[in-house]
């Protein structure tokens, strides 16, 4: 089944509030009292709805063990990520589960893996169907006002969270210097405000922990922050792209474009790859490459599948079919190439990231920044004149004449012709 994008904000604010209601009952028996279990103040948890949000956008083809498994993976995946960015921004801990067996730095563990496998199964398989239903039974208008109003309202509150919590000691320090009677008023209602949530997600979430800053000096793109990441996934996609070229030739005996991209040798799912792996494997870079090589496969396999079935979704062209390759699994990813990207993790924390890094860093600080944002600027642009081109590539087979300014541009610069020399395997679907 395939959701439109008002069904999947639905999906999304409904999947929030049951897990804030699950988040709440649990909390509840284990402290006797109630306890607002959000990371804001509204009751939303939105790491239940992008959980949700991303397995009914990847998993709606699969059944049986492999959707059971994929819920394990993408739910895992994510609760270990906001476990991490929970720590990066807050800087404290608010689970735990160091005392569990087969845990990994206490953000996930085995038991907790399987009980989101199994809630993922009954959410994509019955869950998500009877929530569209009750959706489609609004009218039109009414379903798109609801939508919208509890959107704004989470995003609003997740702001406000956000820099009551993070920005308060230096804004309303700033605040209480000034003369304006106002501001200080201001000031004393935001630290009355801050210190409500703050003392909300203490009292919420009972492992929490305090931890200490990691400081970092000096030396541009230092550590694994912002501008690291940013060209590592420039790199990245250059490096895939030259990779799967060099592979197609010696495999197929064919020089073909492998480029995402319509402008240079980029491959973006490659980038992408490269960009989150560092920033969710960075910690553990030094780790046994056993590890590694396990961790790479079945993030590899499971993000590879995604964007798969994103690709077709939006485009609706399918960019890579391994139907001819054993052990496959819906022609979108198969054993083989899983196992690829798991010594991919290897290789990559291994060699080519110290190496990378280092270069990176020796760039000066002002010229380092200025580079980044225009290869960021670059990118933007080079990824809008692909969609640009893909979706008129897709409207030329159906026949769609040229009307509107951006069409007759696109038939003009990206013909037929040069649109299957940058996409040469590029499927087009109904």
């Known amino acids: 089944m395939q959701y439109t994008g008002y069904e999947l904000l639905w999906l999304f604010l409904a999947y929030s509030f049951l897990g804030w209601i699950l988040e709440t009952v649990t909390a509840a028996v284990k402290q006797k009292k109630f306890v607002n279990r959000g990371m804001i103040n509204s009751p ?126 230096g804004r309303l320090d700033r605040w209480e210097a000034a003369d304006n009677q106002f501001a200080n008023v201001a000031a004393r209602l935001g630290k009355v405000i801050s210190g409500q949530v703050e003392k909300r997600i203490h009292g919420a979430y009972q492992a929490i922990e305090q931890l200490e800053l990691e400081e970092v000096f000096g030396t541009f793109a230092e550590g694994c922050g912002f501008y690291k990441v940013v060209l590592l996934f420039f790199v990245g996609a250059f490096l895939g792209d030259i990779t799967e070229t060099i592979f197609c030739r010696v495999t197929a005996g064919v020089w073909m474009s492998r480029s995402s991209v319509v402008w240079g040798p980029f491959s973006i799912v490659w980038g992408l790859a490269i960009a989150l792996v560092t920033a969710m494997l960075y910690k553990y870079r030094n780790r046994s490459d056993r590890f590694l090589f396990l961790t790479g496969t079945f993030l590899g396999g499971a993000y590879e599948y995604f964007c798969s079935v994103f690709t077709e979704m939006v485009f609706g062209t399918v960019f890579w079919d391994y139907s001819e390759i054993p052990f496959n699994l819906g022609g979108r990813i198969n054993l083989l190439y899983c196992f690829f990207w798991g010594l991919a993790a290897v290789v990559w924390f291994k060699c080519c990231y110290p190496f990378i890094s280092n270069w990176i860093e020796k760039l000066p600080v002002i010229f380092g920044k200025v580079f980044t944002w225009v290869l960021i600027v670059f990118m933007c642009c080079n990824i809008a004149v692909s969609c640009m081109a893909l979706l008129r590539y897709g409207q030329r087979q159906e026949g769609i004449a040229a009307e509107s300014g951006w069409q007759v541009w696109t038939d003009e610069h990206f013909e037929d012709a040069r649109m299957e020399r940058i996409y040469p395997n590029a499927i087009m679907i109904e």
Not at 83 to 103: A, F, Q
């Open 44 to 169: 939303f948890c939105i790491i239940y709805g992008t959980a949700a949000v991303l397995m009914g956008i990847g998993l709606h083809e699969v059944t049986g063990i492999w959707l059971f498994l994929g819920s394990v993976i993408y739910a895992t995946s994510l609760e270990w990520i906001a476990g991490h960015l929970i720590e990066k921004y807050y800087h404290e801990r608010w689970w735990d589960y160091s005392n569990s067996r087969w845990n990994l730095d206490g953000y996930i563990c085995l038991p907790m893996s399987l009980l989101w496998g199994v809630l993922g199964f009954l959410c994509v398989k019955w869950g998500n169907l009877l929530l569209v239903k009750s959706y489609d039974i609004l009218p039109d208008i009414l379903r798109k006002a609801l939508v919208w109003f509890l959107l704004i309202v989470l995003i609003i509150d997740a702001m406000a969270s956000y820099i009551l919590i993070t920005g308060k000691s």
